[in-house]
């Protein structure tokens, strides 16, 4: 194994090693419920609009910007941060890459769920009732096996980057075309089903009157925040790997676009079995209401209520192997870049990948336990680090303006033979425009943890979803990105003697 420099031997390597950052089970577990949730009996079709805007607004200028800042740098996520904004800024890059490995502890859990019921549903009956299907998930939780699957999806991940953009790019390029056709399979087949056409128009449908509603674009802005994988640093992890022909605008809109059509698949596949299998006895309105009960930790949906639909319909069996293999795919995708960002942060920091790896294996794997052996603990975590997604992409897009947007633009961007030339519109996106949906989006999530979610508690640290707790855990983080930074100038000032 060797730390010599690598890139992607293909476009399509590197495409599909991107669109396995956005595509995870943001995408086929939450958009679904999501845009049941900000629909009306009307239909969802407003949403969906407000949703294509936001992919526009906020996702492509920082999926630009990931592939620009670490296409610049050549490093991870800190290293190239230093590069574009200035070494007193890298405790910005430390950040971002610090919410990514946060969510990494939790979300090696929810992939591990995934395996679990991939598993499940390969080898035993469906369930036919709630009862039933509450008692998988009870004998799931109720023993040690989330921590089993926990520590089988992230071994799994490390083995995938154990040698770094070659194994990866390898996985990748199976991983992510058998997805997108199982994708497209399971949607296929849930439109042939009886009643499906109802749950598809539904999907379709608009009711503009919502666009008139702030909370349905915050939703929207939202959703394209946690499932395109921009202002995460995983994509600027991976395009650090990218050769100089490769484009950067063309590539960075096929990643937001063939994400949000993955997320449109899925959805118009859940709509459709659910529409197909609920729908007869039910109006449109106690068939939503069903659609937009999340759960424990957001399961009722995926989890809960899609076993019983496939138990319910013909084929059911192997489509219900389908929709679980192609959401584990997903995770473990997901999963893939966010060991890579970490493990090239300490190689960046001198140490070798053998060492560097292990290393996150074993913290990531020890610091998920307590969200594997407590629900709370996830949902906990889940709330704090997703919102920290928008200060996330907030110190992307800062860091972007600390070197100039027209000089990164200018200096990367139109270097590229053939690639698309967006000019100074991405100027004032990256600029503006992401700064300003950022803090709206943080302000919205703050009003609503102090509002709904913890009205009473909201100045306590230890209640799961108060304003304190993020506050408290986001500041403890960047205390220590700017202690981790100050040191590291003390040592190149003051280098240790040989």
């Not at 202002?231 to 100089?244: E, F, K, P, V």
């Not at 192609?326 to 001198?350: K, Q, Y």
């Not at 600390?402 to 967006?422: F, K, N, P, Q, S």
Request: proline share 4%; aromatic share 10%; glycine share 10%.
């Amino acid at each position: 194994m060797t730390d010599r420099p690598a890139r992607f031997t293909s476009r399509f390597a590197l495409l599909a090693s991107m669109l396995g950052v956005a595509v995870g089970t943001g995408n086929i577990w939450r958009f679904p419920r999501i845009a049941a949730q900000s629909g009306s009996e009307a239909g969802t079709g407003a949403f969906l609009l407000a949703w294509v805007i936001c992919l526009i607004t906020w996702s492509v200028p920082l999926i630009v910007a990931e592939y620009a800042v670490g296409r610049m740098g050549r490093r991870g996520v800190v290293g190239s941060v230093g590069v574009a904004a200035g070494e007193r800024s890298t405790w910005l890059g430390g950040f971002v890459a610090l919410v990514a490995t946060a969510i990494m502890f939790y979300y090696s859990v929810v992939a591990g769920w995934c395996l679990y019921y991939l598993g499940h549903t390969a080898t035993a009956a469906l369930p036919t009732t709630a009862t039933q299907a509450q008692a998988v998930w009870d004998t799931l939780q109720g023993g040690s096996g989330p921590v089993v699957c926990h520590l089988l999806a992230i071994g799994l991940c490390a083995l995938a980057a154990w040698r770094g953009v070659r194994s990866i790019e390898r996985v990748n390029q199976i991983l992510i075309p058998t997805l997108l056709l199982i994708v497209v399979v399971s949607a296929v087949w849930a439109l042939t089903l009886p009643g499906a056409t109802r749950g598809a128009l539904f999907l379709f449908t608009p009711d503009w009157a919502l666009l008139g509603r702030p909370q349905v674009w915050l939703e929207a802005l939202t959703q394209n925040a946690w499932d395109t994988g921009a202002g995460w640093g995983l994509i600027l992890t991976y395009a650090a790997y990218m050769r100089r022909r490769d484009f950067v605008v063309k590539n960075a809109v096929a990643t937001g676009v063939g994400n949000n059509l993955v997320s449109l698949l899925a959805a118009l596949m859940v709509f459709s079995t659910v529409f197909a299998v609920l729908g007869a006895g039910r109006t449109q309105g106690q068939v939503l209401q069903i659609m937009q009960e999340s759960g424990p930790a957001s399961t009722g949906l995926t989890f809960i209520w899609m076993p019983q639909l496939f138990a319910r319909m013909p084929g059911g069996g192997l489509l219900a192997v389908l929709f679980f293999l192609g959401l584990s795919f997903a995770a473990l995708s997901s999963l893939i870049s966010m060991v890579e960002l970490s493990t090239r942060v300490l190689v960046d920091a001198g140490l070798p990948r053998r060492r560097a790896l292990p290393l996150v294996l074993a913290g990531g794997f020890s610091l998920g336990v307590p969200s594997a052996l407590n629900v709370d603990v996830l949902s906990n975590q889940d709330f704090v680090w997703g919102v920290g997604l928008m200060i996330s992409g907030a110190f992307v897009a800062l860091a972007v303006r600390r070197h100039g947007a027209e000089r990164l633009r200018r200096e990367v961007l139109e270097r590229i033979d053939g690639d698309w030339r967006l000019g100074r519109v991405w100027d004032a996106a990256i600029s503006w425009l992401v700064p300003a949906q950022a803090v709206a989006l943080l302000g919205w999530w703050m009003y609503l943890s102090a509002t709904a979610y913890a009205p009473s508690t909201w100045y306590d640290p230890f209640d799961p979803y108060s304003v304190a707790t993020a506050v408290t855990q986001w500041g403890l983080g960047l205390g220590l990105c700017l202690l981790v930074q100050r040191w590291r100038r003390r040592r190149q000032v003051h280098p240790a003697d040989p």
